[in-house]
Every structure is written in structure tokens, then in C-alpha cells.
């Protein structure tokens, strides 16, 4: 009988893609919204991400988020350090400076200063230039993105000038760097170097950058760390998830991308409802008839709700597939929109789908449920 | 008796609308007879024969169809015993307008469970014995009035069912059509161990019943042998 519901829902065409159009516009919204959300969210921690190699992140106990950075002494290096179960500690610098441009004008840059020796954190993606050439004088690397920006329409070449708080920046490579929140482009240079680009203050470092002794756990050295130093300290995952956090309770995005969300949860269950609804009215008789000629209740509820997850699965399908070549298409190349699609948004979609797919139907359930079989010996 | 129903009344509403559409009816159908509801709209034919096939409750009285007592039979049973023994012929056809002719043909044995190749199968059997062998695979739409009517029969008989009910099986059909679907279901329905209800206004297809039972305001006034006796009187 599932067969003669797949055919009963796909004969009348006008009302099927009514129903299948209401799904996908929700679909659509849903997935398309949350990834552009998490897109947002993804810029927000890029620069966690990009920094690999530490698994810990040390800083001043009242930092929230990664760009809220409070400077902490150069000594707190050494304290750290001296916390056993610490594999080895570096120092990292994290700020905005005014880049001085050679034709005068200002740009705000995000500066990253990474620790001379090792240079920890450098940036993986380097495609002209080497990491190694940081250590020459004056020497950074900047993110394409930033160097686009900077110098739009010019080829990229290596050994262009700038200076940050008077000092002169030489560019010796550029890399693929993941796009922040402020969308600043991205200076990288050697700790020492950086700070002299920061403007004057008395504390400059910003995080310290550490690893756990093989065998134990990132966890047990940040209780260890935070026990002895008094400082913040958290895995990676930690500091990502605290900062995404931070977005989420301190600023409107949730709240302007829910409502986003909602209203196409919203619309959608209204369209594919009513439409499916009407499909179920105008054969009513049919039911009629069915139920007439034997037909349980639980083989006419099968029926709509098979319906009803056919036309989610198809609704679920194209929805997702249409926002993803929305991200697909429109996040290439120079393009300014965040869009990120993890697993998750299409798990809430699909939750969503179905609740709408369920709503869409009750009212048609209810109506079949209780008609009368007799209804079709009335002309 | 096929159809043995005593006393049976059947009403609509309550207080100042209450509509008494049957009073005390007593119909009894031999098995291997075909009998016509013949009566004025409004009269309680309908009623009448949707309490006999088991799709709506009487309000008082027996009704045992086939050896069933269908007052006394629960909800379930009550689908069960449809599914099972009825078979129906409805005025408008009722065919499904998204499915062929043989899959229309094929859907009661598809609510018995019976897999859709073995049930197409069996439909197409039924319609070829019908004379709609190559309208298999047409739409209700592209079909006659009387060709969407044989197509209902064909449903109608299908599972083999011991009582079938036409509803006004000829109302839509010309003449011919007509007779031709009175033959049909007569010739094919009506055997020793079944009986055939049709109610209708059509005097046109009277000779074809073995009885006629005359319905008005919710009563039956009379019981015909004699399809011609009772032509020739109205």
C-alpha cells in the first residue's frame, strides 16, 4: 500500500512539488543560515586552528575569547616552564598594529610574533617564501588574503616594504592563512621582532604556547599549570570551544541567524503543511474508499506517513544539496562569505525536516483517521 | 441467507435535528440472488446498504451478513470481515485517478497484503474477463464512463468476495453501458454462495434482480419476485 501512497503523492504534481517546494525552502534556509553561522564561528577560532603543533594555551586568567588578549609578564614563560609534566613552553605574541603603507596610507594588521628559536605556530600553508626566512632582519610573512587587500590587483612579489610602528617590514613570503573575524590581514614575524612592532608596554606576552610531556594528558598539565601559576590554561579544543562560546552568549550572531532559521522553519512548515493538507482533502474520497474497501487505520496512516517522509527525504535532499552549492559557488575565489558545512548542520536539518515533515502531516492524519468509510456511498 | 438484518433503525443528529433515516428495517438476501434497494433519495437506501456492508453502525436492530453478526463485531473485526467478504461498487467509481486501470483493479488485494506483481497479476486476469484486456495500463482519465465502471467491478471482484454492493452502479452510464454492466456483475457476482445488493433509481436495469426491495421514508414497503411485476408498476 506504501506503493499506492508513493503513487497517489507523485500523480498530482502541482500539489507534490507544493509540498516538496515547502520542504526544500526550509531545508535550504536551515542548512544554508547555520552554515553561514558556523562560518562565522569557524573565523572566529581560525586562528587557534592555524597555530599547530601546541596542544596548550597558556594566558592571563580572565582572557574569554582568543582575541581578547590581556598582555602577561615575559616571566610567566619560565613558570610555566618549571610546571612538571610541561614538555617544553614558548612565547606568543598576538596584537594589532597600523601597517604604514610606502604610498602613506594605513592599514590595521593582525600581528602574530612566534618564538625566535623555534618559531612555533608558524603558518603551514607558505607558497612563496620560506618559514625560514623570517629569521632574516625585519622579515614577515603575510596571509594572501591581507596581501590582496593591501595591494589589490598587483601581482604578488616578495621583498615589498611597510612599516609598523616605524619600524621597517620587509614581506619574504605569503601563505594561505584561514580568514579571521576582523578579516585583518595577517602579519607573521619572529617574537622579538614583534614586539618592537607593538606599540610600548610594559607586558607584551600574550600567550604562552606549550606541550605535555609524552603520556600525559594535555588536561591533567593545564590543572597543573593553572594550580602553580595562577595563569588560564587550556587545550586547544578547550580554547576553541571557549571562545565559540563566547560569540554565542556575547554577541547578537546566534540570535540573528535563529530567527533567520526559525522563519524558514516557519514558512516551510506552513507551506508544506497547507499543501499537504489540501493534497489529503482533495482525496478524501479515495481514502474513503480504501478504508471502505478494508483498509485499517494503521495501513491510512502508513500511507501519509510514508507520504510525508518521501517527500522529506526529497524536500531534505535538494534542500541541503542547493545550500551546499550555494557555499560551494559562492565561497571561492575572493569571495567575503563564511560558510562552513560540518555534519552537525546537516543533522539539525534533518531533525528539523522531519519535525516539519511530522506537523505537515498531522492535521492530514487526523483528518483521514477519522473519516467516515460510508462517505463514498454519498454521491 | 446471505443477508439476514431485523428491526434495524438508524439515526443522524440529535434533538430538533435529528434525522431518523431508517425505522425499523427487515431485509433478508438469499445466497445466489441478486437484489435491488429501489426507493426516492432520501428514503434510506444508502444508509441501509452502508449497514450491511459493515461502514456504518445502526443506531438499533441485528445485521448478520455472511454469519456475522456485524452489530456485535468490534472495529477491527469489522475491517477484517470487509477486507475479506465485501466487495464494492461505488456510483462515482472511486478509482484511484494516479493509478492504472490494473493497478486500480488490484487494490484490494494489496490492503490483503498480497505482493504487487502477484496482485497485478490477478487484476489484469479480472479486467481481461471484463473485456479491458487492453486498457491494462490506461489512466481512469483516459477511460469511458463505462469502461471506469468495469474497471471498478473488476475491483470489486478481485478478492473473490461472497457479498457485493453496487451503489448506484448505472447512474453515470448510458443505456447500453448500462445493461452492460448489469450483465457483468450479475454474471459474474451473483453464485450459489454469494449475493449481490444494488441500489439504484435505473428502471432500466430492474429485470436484472432477483428481488426488489422498495424503500421509503426510511421503511421497506415491499418485496418484488418479480422484476417485471414491479417494473410494470412503476
Known amino acids: 500500500m506504501l506503493w499506492v501512497a508513493w503513487k497517489m503523492l507523485i500523480g498530482n504534481r502541482v500539489k507534490y512539488l507544493g509540498i516538496v517546494f515547502g520542504v526544500v525552502f526550509a531545508a535550504l534556509l536551515i ?3 547555520s552554515s553561514i553561522f558556523c562560518g562565522l564561528m569557524a573565523l572566529t577560532i581560525s586562528q587557534i586552528r592555524d597555530v599547530e603543533g601546541p596542544e596548550i594555551w597558556v594566558m592571563d586568567r580572565n582572557v574569554q575569547f582568543v582575541d581578547d588578549v590581556k598582555p602577561l609578564a615575559d616571566t610567566e614563560l619560565f613558570r610555566v616552564k618549571g610546571v612538571p609534566g610541561v614538555d617544553w613552553a614558548v612565547s606568543f605574541y598576538k596584537g594589532i598594529a ?15 610574533g612566534l618564538d625566535d628559536a623555534t618559531l612555533v605556530g608558524a603558518p603551514g600553508g607558505v607558497f612563496m617564501g ?14 594572501e588574503a591581507g596581501y590582496r587587500r593591501i595591494w589589490p590587483d598587483e601581482p604578488y612579489r616578495l621583498g615589498r616594504v611597510f612599516e609598523m610602528n616605524d619600524r621597517r617590514a620587509v614581506v619574504v613570503g605569503l601563505t594561505r592563512a584561514s580568514r579571521t573575524f576582523q578579516s585583518f ?28 610531556v609524552p603520556g600525559t594528558p594535555p588536561e591533567e598539565v593545564c590543572r597543573r599549570i593553572e594550580a602553580q601559576t ?5 587545550t586547544r579544543r578547550q580554547f576553541i570551544w571557549k571562545t565559540i562560546r563566547y560569540y554565542l552568549a556575547k554577541t547578537g550572531i546566534p540570535v540573528n541567524f535563529g530567527i533567520t532559521v526559525f522563519l524558514g522553519f516557519l514558512v516551510g512548515t506552513a507551506i508544506a503543511g497547507q499543501t499537504f493538507y489540501l493534497f489529503t482533502v482533495e482525496n478524501i474520497r479515495q481514502f474513503g474508499a480504501l478504508k471502505a474497501m478494508g483498509a485499517s487505520n494503521w495501513t491510512i496512516l502508513a500511507m501519509v506517513l510514508s507520504q510525508a517522509v518521501q517527500v522529506g527525504v526529497i524536500g531534505y535532499g535538494i534542500g541541503v544539496g542547493l545550500a551546499a552549492l550555494f557555499g560551494e559557488l559562492l565561497t571561492g575565489g575572493r569571495s567575503r562569505l563564511s560558510f562552513f558545512m560540518p555534519w552537525e548542520v546537516l543533522a539539525i536539518t534533518a531533525v528539523a525536516v522531519a519535525v516539519i515533515v511530522l506537523l505537515a502531516s498531522l492535521l492530514s492524519i487526523r483528518r483521514v483517521l477519522v473519516v467516515d468509510p460510508a462517505i463514498v456511498f454519498r454521491g | 441467507m446471505a ?25 433478508d438476501i438469499p445466497y445466489g440472488e441478486l437484489v435491488m434497494l429501489v426507493g426516492p433519495s432520501g428514503c434510506g437506501k444508502t444508509t441501509l446498504v452502508s449497514i450491511i456492508a459493515g461502514t456504518l453502525e445502526p443506531t438499533e436492530g441485528e445485521v448478520v451478513v455472511l454469519g456475522d453478526d456485524l452489530v456485535a463485531m468490534r472495529s477491527g473485526p469489522k475491517v477484517r470481515f470487509r477486507r475479506e467478504n465485501v466487495g464494492f461498487v461505488f456510483q462515482s467509481y472511486n478509482l484511484l485517478p494516479t493509478l492504472t486501470a490494473v493497478e486500480n483493479a488490484a487494490v484490494p488485494l494489496l490492503i490483503a497484503g498480497w505482493g504487487r506483481a502477484r496482485a497485478v497479476e490477478a487484476a489484469a486476469d479480472a479486467l481481461d474477463r471484463l473485456g479491458l484486456g487492453d486498457r491494462l495500463t490506461r489512466l481512469p482519465a483516459e477511460l469511458s464512463g463505462g469502461q471506469q465502471q468495469r474497471v471498478a467491478i473488476a475491483r470489486a471482484i478481485v478478492h473473490d468476495p461472497r457479498l457485493l454492493v453496487c451503489d448506484e452502479p ?26 449481490v445488493i444494488v441500489v439504484t433509481h435505473d428502471a432500466r436495469v430492474y429485470s436484472f434482480a432477483d428481488r426488489i426491495a422498495a424503500m ?3 421503511r421497506i414497503v415491499s418485496v418484488e419476485t418479480d422484476p417485471r411485476r414491479f417494473a410494470s408498476g412503476h
Do not use: C, H
Not at chain 2, 443477508?3 to 431508517?22: C, D, E, N, P
Not at chain 2, 447512474?171 to 449475493?195: F, K, Y
Open chain 1, 31 to 33: 542548512a544554508q543560515q
Open chain 1, 98 to 112: 597600523r601597517a604604514r603603507l610606502q604610498e602613506g596610507s594605513y592599514e590595521q594588521v593582525i600581528l602574530l
Open chain 1, 185 to 212: 590581514p595577517i602579519v607573521y614575524t619572529r617574537y622579538s621582532q614583534a614586539v618592537r612592532y607593538a606599540p610600548p608596554e610594559r607586558k607584551v606576552l600574550s600567550f604562552v604556547l606549550a606541550n605535555a
Open chain 2, 170 to 195: 448505472t447512474s453515470a452510464l448510458d443505456a447500453e453501458n448500462g445493461r452492460i454492466t448489469m450483465e457483468l456483475i450479475a454474471g459474474i457476482a451473483v453464485q450459489p454462495d454469494r449475493a
Open chain 2, 216 to 218: 421509503e421514508d426510511g
Open chain 1, 130 to 143: 620560506s618559514i625560514a626566512d623570517l629569521r632574516r632582519p625585519d622579515a614577515v610573512i603575510m596571509d
Open chain 1, 230 to 234: 595562577g595563569l588560564q590554561a587550556l
Open chain 2, 3 to 27: 443477508v439476514r438484518a431485523r428491526g434495524v433503525t438508524k439515526s443522524f443528529g440529535a434533538g430538533g435535528s435529528l434525522t431518523q433515516a431508517l425505522r425499523g428495517v427487515d431485509l
